[in-house]
């Protein structure tokens, strides 16, 4: 059956250190692969996509590999700061018709203390 | 503000209640969905609508019963609910256009806390 997992619960880490996430998956053929967060009690923000092509997309201290033949996905949060403690997602995509069908993993929890 | 709308932000209920999730866009997206979000496991996707026609539907229980009357709003009915469907409901909407790359993304409303008693 396909599986989504992401590698821990929960992260703590020091600010001003990276933050490093991993998402696994088996038994999919994803288009593509996204990222989002997730704070108490709000709906998930969306923050990167990277396509099956694509080895590495960055934006600002965000950086997020995808290695198709690991079945991995890497997600960084370099110069990490205490703002950047939520819930992180993963979801996959196998892209077929007009709409998503993004299936997500369990998130890993991130704290991020001075 | 994600510009997807989701009413109310909190709702208890009795098994034998019916009662009604608002979800509204002003984003001029054409795909819907619900999202079910329980503690400690992973979002399940519901219901996906595209221009107004649902296109997936994930086995879900026929106590939640969706609604599209347009592209712009989205319901889910629900009546006869049991306790183990206590959980965060979230709508999401997409340019759903078919097309790879950032139209894809889904924006997310702020979910409809459900407990069901």
Known sequence: SQKIEQNSEALNIQEGKTATLTCNYTNYSPAYLQWYRQDPGRGPVFLLLIRENEKEKRKERLKVTFDTTLKQSLFHITASQPADSATYLCALDPHTGTASKLTFGTGTRLQVTL | ????????????????????????????????????????????????????????NNSVPSRFSPECPNSSHLFLHLHTLQPEDSALYLCASSHGEGLVGTNEKLFFGSGTQLSVL
Do not use: I
């Open chain 2, 1 to 56: 503000e994600t510009g997807v709308t989701q009413t109310p932000r909190h709702l208890v209920m009795g098994m034998t209640n019916k009662k009604s999730l608002k979800c509204e866009q002003h984003l001029g997206h054409n795909a819907m969905y619900w999202y079910k979000q329980s503690a400690k496991k992973p979002l399940e996707l519901m219901f996906v609508y595209s221009l107004e026609e649902r296109v997936e």
